[in-house]
């Protein structure tokens, strides 16, 4: 079992940064591929941005690229997502997740495993 721990939530204006970091457990961390998703109230869940084991291959949702990245210290079993120049519609829960299928993907239903989120307050 595989337990995620995310941290770095908060408030912030429009155009300013914060770095959420998950910190994992139960399981080698460099046989993980893990996700960054998020969901605003009365949305769906949606797909944000994933690093490969290696963390040597990332992936990102339209909607943050350029802006958000996304990075891996398996050293320290943490992945982290910065988050720049952000957008009041960046307002979500933000979660942590986890797969340990053969694929970098975007897709929810293929992780295993999913932090409690943190709350991200982008304000105009």
């Known amino acids: 079992q595989v337990q995620l721990v995310e941290s770095g939530g908060g408030s912030v204006q429009a155009g300013g940064s914060l770095r959420l970091s998950c910190a994992a457990s139960g399981r080698t961390f460099s046989s993980l591929t893990m996700g960054w998703f998020r969901q605003a109230p009365g949305k769906e869940r949606e797909f944000v941005a994933t690093?490969?084991?290696?963390?040597?291959?990332?992936y990102y949702a339209d909607s943050v690229k350029g802006r958000f990245t996304i990075s891996r210290d398996n050293a320290k079993n943490t992945v982290y997502l910065q988050m720049n120049s952000l957008k009041p519609g960046d307002t979500a829960v933000y979660y942590c997740?986890?797969?340990?299928?053969?694929?970098?993907?975007?897709?929810?239903?293929?992780?295993?495993?999913w932090g409690q989120g943190t709350q991200v307050t982008v304000s105009s």
């Open positions: 690093a490969w084991r290696s963390g040597g291959t990332t």
């Open positions: 997740a986890a797969t340990t299928g053969w694929a970098l993907t975007g897709a929810s239903e293929r992780y295993d495993y």
